[in-house]
């Protein structure tokens, strides 16, 4: 499949996730990058996200990948906020550090009406991936 | 399957759920109902859970079942916090209102090493399912 | 959600599944019920089904999710064979009996283009559930 | 995470899964690749693995993932054939040729109890990824 070239870069794949979703500011993420059919997202490590075993609660992971799917998808389709996650399958592999969570994700379809992506996670600065998470998006349009 | 008696009641399963998990105090979620193979949760509305659309976000979505998977694994085990979500599908089904949502974990298998559940969403005063998860958890011992 | 009604009768869909799919002589799957909203499609046991514990092997448990997932869809939506799975997520939850696989599909939402349906698959003449499934097909048109 | 090296080849690995599958018989797989932390199976096209549109049936797909997924943990745990699917995600991304079915899988984390695996599938001769799957298999001992 050839990768799909993005059409916007992170800082305004950024801004429009901050504009639409108030939420964007409690997790205060940043995309750190944006390449051909992947998107890399860095949410920093805040007390609230701990669990028990003093790592990042799930929910954290589940945030991380559903906003690296969608700021993927937006890099990709352009400024077109009405996307919207159809499913979404997490799989936690190993115990996140506490420290911030990076979540890279990559386009594994990009067809007219429905994309689907895969996102890796990991603890920043350890290359171990916590977890794996693919989904599937709905296009406008 | 006979289903399980739970062991802890909604009090004791929300006490301990805020004390390990900070993120608790955000979501202000309460554990309203437990029962034989089932545990619900009611997540209050609040704006930050908002995406384009007017409609609660969908990690809001998630993290409501996730607390709900962890409510009824809890009430049927006891006070064993290390159990660990090993995996979580949701598919989002339709729009919710912006409104509390109300997440019903009901145990499909509590197995020694391994439980899996299901969970129903709903936006309150609306019987339309919103989404549907289903998840495993590793249990500790 | 108000259910939708059937437009096809149970030898309806499996006549339109079998001139579709020449693996259904293999599996020799009877559609057994079909009702508002849901579908229950029959597998025969046959000893090439059996795994390592002398019980059905996984794969057959995905292929009767995915036939009761296809028969409910075409019951409800008539003789269109072009809807196509896009996403199945199974669950095993107990060890299936060497004996005919009884799989019921239930629609969770039936959109315009997408449906998401649940399969609950058990050993006929017995109620423990040994999988669950949920799955998502985009619709044609 | 380090991954770990293969305890089986190739032929030792296929010969275990036809002594316990007679159903191996059917898809007449082979096990083409053993390498560290990954396994490929081929399942030869036949004319029964058709559904409408000239394409290969969705259950197929799903018979290569979880024969890929299943020779890649017994590659690197050997003879253990009472390791079981506790669940498996799939995702269809593109049809697939009328052509042999050519399943990777990756492993994505080994651990005492669990494995999680990632099953990368092709039609022969074509990169396109046609499915992509992820599962945990429950380790006995």
Redesign the interface.
């Known amino acids: 499949?050839p990768l799909p070239d993005p059409v916007l870069d992170a800082a305004a794949v950024e801004r429009i996730i901050y504009n639409?979703?108030?939420?964007s500011?409690?997790a205060a993420f940043t995309v750190i990058d944006v390449a051909r059919g992947s998107t890399t997202v860095r949410l920093p490590f805040a007390?609230?996200?701990?669990?028990?075993?003093g790592t990042v609660?799930?929910?954290?992971m589940?945030?991380a990948a559903?906003?690296a799917m969608y700021a993927v998808i937006l890099a990709h389709i352009g400024d077109q906020?009405?996307a919207?996650?159809?499913?979404?399958?997490?799989?936690?592999?190993?115990r996140p550090q506490p420290a911030a969570v990076i979540a890279e994700g990559r386009i594994?379809?990009l067809g007219r009406?429905?994309a689907?992506v895969?996102v890796l996670i990991r603890s920043e600065g350890d290359?171990?991936?916590v977890a794996?998470a693919?989904g599937?998006y709905?296009l406008p349009g």
């Open positions: 499949m639409g979703l108030p939420m500011s409690l007390s609230w996200m701990l669990r028990p075993g609660a799930g929910p954290v589940m945030l559903d906003t906020v009405m919207l996650t159809t499913n979404l399958t997490i799989n936690f592999l190993n594994l379809k009406r429905l689907t895969e290359d171990t991936l794996h693919t599937s709905a």
